[in-house]
């Protein structure tokens, strides 16, 4: 879902956006499913270390879930108020928000990986994408300080809708991250 935003934001398709918003439905149905069926299995006898994989799975659909909702809600709204801005970003800022983007769709592709083949590296690997995420919106944010003026109104639209999408990305990193904390021992997830 969040690798096709990208690409429906540059083409401004907004047929792109509207399929990316459907999906969302669907991951209400499947997240609904597997909460019955881990609701199932929970009235079973399980074992200590059962029940912790129990928890951590409810942890990783509800905040892939979230994950969804964030992209649905928030990233497909911004996707439709870019399109009616005209395309007057620098090069700079967009490779500045190409970056966050992707190191964002690593996070999320780690996180899956964590969850789906209970693999701590990948985990941690999502831990670490900290710094470079928090770099990479600081730079920008920076550098849209250093350009403001309040003489531009379709520049101040497209620096709102520039720092929303940063916060959108920082909101689904953090999702990324709960997820993963729950896939390493304790001692590993605390040092965030």
């Given at each position: 879902m969040?690798?096709?935003v990208g690409p429906a934001l540059r083409d401004r398709d907004l047929e792109a956006l509207e399929e990316i918003a459907r999906r969302d439905d669907?991951?209400?149905i499947l997240e609904a499913e597997i909460l019955r069926y881990l609701g199932r299995i929970r009235q079973g006898m399980?074992?200590?270390e059962e029940s912790?994989?129990?928890e951590r799975l409810m942890i990783a659909a509800d905040n892939l879930e979230n994950l969804a909702d964030v992209i649905e809600t928030d990233m497909v709204a911004l996707s439709r108020q870019a399109r009616d801005l005209p395309a007057t970003t620098s090069e700079e800022t967009r490779e500045l928000?190409?970056?966050l983007y992707l190191t964002v769709i690593d996070a999320v592709e780690l996180t899956v990986r964590a969850v789906h083949d209970?693999?701590?590296r990948a985990a941690g690997s999502v831990l670490q994408l900290k710094d470079a995420i928090r770099e990479n919106a600081d730079k920008l944010l920076a550098r849209k300080a250093r350009k403001l003026t309040a003489d531009d109104d379709t520049y101040l639209a497209l620096t709102r809708l520039q720092m929303a999408f940063v916060d959108q990305?920082?909101?689904i990193y953090t999702l990324t991250k709960r997820i993963s904390k729950a896939f390493?021992?304790?001692v590993l997830a605390q040092r965030d």
């Amino acid at each position: 879902m969040l690798r096709d935003v990208g690409p429906a934001l540059r083409d401004r398709d907004l047929e792109a956006l509207e399929e990316i918003a459907r999906r969302d439905d669907q991951i209400d149905i499947l997240e609904a499913e597997i909460l019955r069926y881990l609701g199932r299995i929970r009235q079973g006898m399980l074992t200590e270390e059962e029940s912790g994989e129990l928890e951590r799975l409810m942890i990783a659909a509800d905040n892939l879930e979230n994950l969804a909702d964030v992209i649905e809600t928030d990233m497909v709204a911004l996707s439709r108020q870019a399109r009616d801005l005209p395309a007057t970003t620098s090069e700079e800022t967009r490779e500045l928000l190409t970056g966050l983007y992707l190191t964002v769709i690593d996070a999320v592709e780690l996180t899956v990986r964590a969850v789906h083949d209970n693999d701590q590296r990948a985990a941690g690997s999502v831990l670490q994408l900290k710094d470079a995420i928090r770099e990479n919106a600081d730079k920008l944010l920076a550098r849209k300080a250093r350009k403001l003026t309040a003489d531009d109104d379709t520049y101040l639209a497209l620096t709102r809708l520039q720092m929303a999408f940063v916060d959108q990305m920082r909101r689904i990193y953090t999702l990324t991250k709960r997820i993963s904390k729950a896939f390493l021992p304790p001692v590993l997830a605390q040092r965030d």
